[in-house]
């Protein structure tokens, strides 16, 4: 019994760290597939920029790195490095 009460608090704890740290937790967002909405949730991305990525995507295909979003009007190195630990070409 003693093995139970021992496990639920493990589990406890590491559910606790997982809410004290979210970027931890947060999902990648793959730059070739997010939706507007999935992107406008970036640092310093909103819907407009968003939009652009989308249709730069559409224009010219999948991106073949993150940093390749740059090449989206708008979108700067400064965006890109705050971000860059969310983002995914996979």
């Known amino acids: 019994m003693q093995w139970i009460k021992t496990a639920i ?3 406890l704890v590491c559910s606790a760290a997982a ?3 979210p ?3 947060e999902q990648l967002i793959n730059i070739n597939t997010a939706s507007v909405e ?3 949730a970036l640092k310093g991305i909103g819907a407009s920029k968003a939009q652009a990525i989308v249709a730069y995507r ?3 295909g999948k991106f073949a790195t993150t940093d390749d979003l740059t090449k989206v ?3 700067g190195n ?3 490095q705050s971000n860059r630990a ?3 070409v996979e």
Do not use: D, F, M, R
Request: no cysteine; glycine share 4%; aromatic share 4%.
């Open 86 to 88: 969310q983002l995914t």
């Open 58 to 60: 559409e224009h010219h």
């Open 73 to 75: 009007k708008g979108i």
């Open 9 to 11: 608090l493990a589990l």
């Open 23 to 25: 970027e931890k937790t």
């Open 38 to 40: 999935q992107l406008s």
């Open 78 to 80: 400064a965006t890109l």
């Open 19 to 21: 809410y004290a740290n």
